[in-house]
């Protein structure tokens, strides 16, 4: 089965959408909606995510988007909304860095184990 996942991120006063088509059951990355880029890529000189709306995932996705930094570690993992289930939530307060080689990854799942 596959999870449809995204996240909308807020990045120098401009939001980029980011999604995937998860594959249930493996860590997948998520990718810039419109260039299909990485996080990575899309900020390759370094930025500030300020604020963040999301994630939502189709199915489930217990340890939620996680954002891992050049070495794989995770620098900061956003929280995720069953939609189905729950209403979309407002803007919330992240403040993290990005920069080259950062990933923005979700391991979902069609049930809760």
């Known amino acids: 089965m ?8 807020h990045v ?3 939001p ?5 088509d998860a594959t249930d059951g493996s860590s997948t990355e998520l990718t810039n909606l419109v260039s299909g880029r990485s996080i ?13 709306r999301g994630a939502y995932c189709e199915n ?3 340890s939620g988007v996680r954002l891992l930094n050049e070495q794989g570690n995770v620098a900061y993992q956003f929280p ?3 939609l189905e289930k729950q ?4 803007l919330y307060a992240v403040g993290v860095n990005v920069a080259l080689n950062y990933q ?5 799942s069609a049930t809760v184990a």
């Open 40 to 52: 990575g890529d899309t900020f390759s000189s370094g930025a500030v995510i300020s604020h963040a």
């Open 87 to 90: 209403n979309a939530g407002g």
């Open 2 to 9: 596959a999870s449809e996942t995204s996240i909308e991120l």
């Open 80 to 82: 995720v909304t069953q």
């Open 60 to 62: 489930w996705a217990i």
């Open 104 to 108: 923005l990854v979700v391991t979902t």
């Open 16 to 20: 980029f959408i980011f999604n995937v």
């Open 12 to 14: 120098n006063g401009q």
